[in-house]
């Protein structure tokens, strides 16, 4: 969902341009006001700010873009800009957004995988470790070569993970 905040006569306009465009749902808000209330009650991909606002109402624009939220705040000038430019501008602000977004995950992923990998290393050496252990029942052994055999599926299954990230990394490339 984008939201377009303009007073221009030309916001529905606008709005099908956009729609059209994105195949997103488009929300106008004719003040900043009224925009900051929407932007507290939904979320949306990004919010087309017309540079007239900005201008004409400083304070109110400041409060305004402290609700955008994850949204991508765009600024247009509707008065001098053709629909052909403000599409171009929302169209490559969302392809940023996506960008980020996927790198985002990516690096996030990259992190848990690190943690398991370290936490995965520490269970398979400390079961190991056990297993070797001179004196343990035969009941506790058996028990202990299990896990030992469950860590090891777990790891490999976190290579697999992992080679498959990079072999995707690798096409998208």
């Known amino acids: 969902m984008i939201l377009l905040v303009t007073p221009s006569e030309r916001a529905g306009e606008c709005a099908a ?12 808000s004719a003040g900043l006001a009224r925009a900051t ?26 409060s305004t873009l402290q609700h955008v939220g ?5 600024q247009v000038n509707l008065a001098i800009s053709g629909l052909d430019r403000l599409v171009r501008e929302v169209r490559t602000a969302l392809e940023r957004r996506e960008r980020e977004e996927a790198r985002a995950t990516q690096a996030a992923m990259a992190k848990v995988h690190s943690e398991l990998s370290s936490t995965v290393t520490a269970l398979l050496l400390s079961t190991e470790l056990a297993c070797d252990s001179k004196g343990l029942p035969p009941a506790a052994a058996e ?7 469950l860590v090891k599926k777990l790891r490999r ?17």
């Open 37 to 62: 209330t929407l932007l507290r009650a939904d979320s949306y991909l990004a919010v087309v700010l017309d540079q007239y606002l900005l201008e004409t109402a400083p304070d109110e624009a400041a």
């Open 157 to 173: 299954q976190l290579e697999n993970a992992s080679s498959t990230e990079e072999a995707e990394k690798a096409v998208g490339a």
């Open 17 to 28: 341009a956009l729609h059209e465009a994105t195949g997103e749902a488009i929300t106008v």
């Open 143 to 149: 028990k202990m070569d299990s896990v030992l055999q």
């Open 70 to 74: 994850t949204a991508i705040p765009v």
